[in-house]
């Protein structure tokens, strides 16, 4: 698989090019809002930051008919792993080692929010599993585990923004993720005790982002790999906007027009 495809408007296509980023929303944003829930710890998914695609090489009516205005957006097909990543090294502080992530989501530019992003430090690529198992789309996440005369409090988002319905396989969705967690690395290097770090890490069931989206650069060099369909509902205004947006702000951009006749 080397292309990914989103199916959005021409309004926030004009924002991605003109901008260059992609914007990832919470779990508490999307369509079906059952993927933000844990059958233990509340709507844990709030945490869990999102971008949708398809790797379905043909155009999806259905798909056209959800994500783009009377099917007159576009689809944008990109390589996959598009974003800009940076490495950040240690700073002789709380940061001990080094990681890679995404310029968004160094320590740097969430501190003054109060957050972090969680191991490992960027958005993954995950194909989504469709199934019926409740267990599995709500799935419970808090566990404990008995150390000696102690017990150990885990949480564990990892099926967390993975699992849909099979009502929602015509998809064939692929997404990035990432996880931004209500502290910061300070909080947690200054945390002196396990009961510290346990109050830490039970603001994942208290506490709210105040904020449900962030913007991911996207690589300069991957743009150049760009290619836009327009939705076979576009009218010849809507078709002179494209190409005037694609001339304007990325003119290496191939541009189609879709191969459905729809009325």
Not at 21 to 49: H, N, P
Not at 68 to 78: D, E, F, K, Q, S
Not at 132 to 161: A, Q
Request: proline share 5%.
């Amino acid at each position: 698989m080397q292309f990914l495809y989103h199916y959005t408007s021409i309004e926030t296509l004009a924002l991605i090019l003109r901008n260059k980023t992609i914007r990832f929303s919470s779990l508490s944003q999307v369509d079906d809002m059952e993927e933000q829930k844990t059958a233990d710890y509340g709507d844990l998914g709030r945490f869990c930051f999102v971008s949708c695609w398809t790797a379905d090489l043909e155009e999806s009516i259905p798909l056209w008919n959800m994500y783009t205005p009377n099917m007159a957006g576009v689809r944008i097909r990109l390589p996959k792993d598009p974003f800009k990543i940076v490495r950040i090294l240690p700073n002789g502080g709380y940061l001990k080692e080094p990681y890679v992530t995404h310029p968004a989501l160094t320590n740097e530019c969430l501190l003054e929010k109060n957050c972090s992003v969680n191991p490992n430090y960027r958005a993954n690529l995950q194909k989504i599993i469709y199934t019926d198992d409740k267990s599995k789309l709500i799935p419970k996440v808090h566990t404990e585990i008995v150390k000696g005369n102690s017990r150990e409090s885990k949480v564990s988002i990892k099926d967390i923004g993975i699992y849909k319905r099979r009502q929602w396989a015509f998809e064939k969705e692929y997404r990035y993720l990432f996880f931004i967690v209500p502290w910061s690395i300070k909080d947690l290097a200054t945390a002196k005790s396990v009961k510290d770090q346990q109050q830490i890490f039970s603001r994942l069931k208290t506490n709210y982002l105040n904020f449900s989206y962030i913007d991911l650069d996207l690589d300069p060099v991957i743009l150049n790999d760009m290619e836009i369909t327009i939705g076979p509902r576009a009218n010849q205004a809507q078709k002179e906007i494209v190409h005037s947006l694609i001339a304007t702000l990325n003119p290496s951009t191939k541009i189609k027009e879709s191969s459905l006749e729809i009325n």
